[in-house]
């Protein structure tokens, strides 16, 4: 495979956690879309957010796609809950959707030991309504993108993971 597999979804389902485990049984190596951006411009999301607002930010994460698309191949791509919006990365990339429902994903994120750090990395959840809305809106879209889509309930990492690579064949 000389493409890069990218993990879309949104907020909080488990893309950076999936990629490790997918980076570790495919000798892969995986980048997250948010860390490269933090490292870019030396804030945190929710600093970048609050300071610049998403629009900035937005243009930040299609900075990012720019540099991946001509500097990254063979490597697990996770990414931020609004990257599916950037322009195609490539036409050999695979784009998998992970997908769960809104109220597993929150409640995977409120029983986590660091639930209150989980929530304040993710300025979008703040307000509960507007992320239900957020979800809705972007469901859609998710499966649009996407070249697999693979539902996550339930599972461990590691299921998950065993599942695109076989539906990837890697």
Do not use: C
């Not at 870019?40 to 300071?51: A, G, S, T, Y």
């Not at 996550?152 to 299921?159: K, P, Q, Y």
């Amino acid at each position: 495979m000389a493409g890069n597999i990218i993990l879309i979804g949104f907020m909080g389902v488990g893309k950076g956690r999936t990629a490790r485990v997918l980076a570790s049984k495919t000798g892969f190596y995986t980048v997250d879309t948010d860390d490269l951006i933090e490292t870019l411009v030396n804030m945190k999301i929710r600093q970048i957010f609050k300071k610049y607002g998403e629009p900035h930010f937005r243009k930040l994460e299609q900075q990012t796609a720019d540099w991946l698309r001509s500097n990254v191949s063979n490597t697990i791509i996770s990414t931020g809950g609004g990257f599916y919006k950037v322009k195609k990365l490539g036409k050999r990339d695979k784009i998998v959707f992970l997908h769960s429902s809104l109220k597993k994903i929150l409640r995977e994120i409120k029983s986590a030991p660091n639930a209150a750090k989980k929530i304040k990395k993710r300025p979008l959840l703040t307000d509960m309504e507007h992320a239900r809305l957020l979800y809705d809106e972007r469901l859609p879209l998710y499966r649009k993108s996407a070249d697999l889509e693979v539902s996550v309930e339930g599972r461990t990492s590691e299921d998950i993971a065993e599942n695109i690579i076989l539906k990837l064949k890697l």
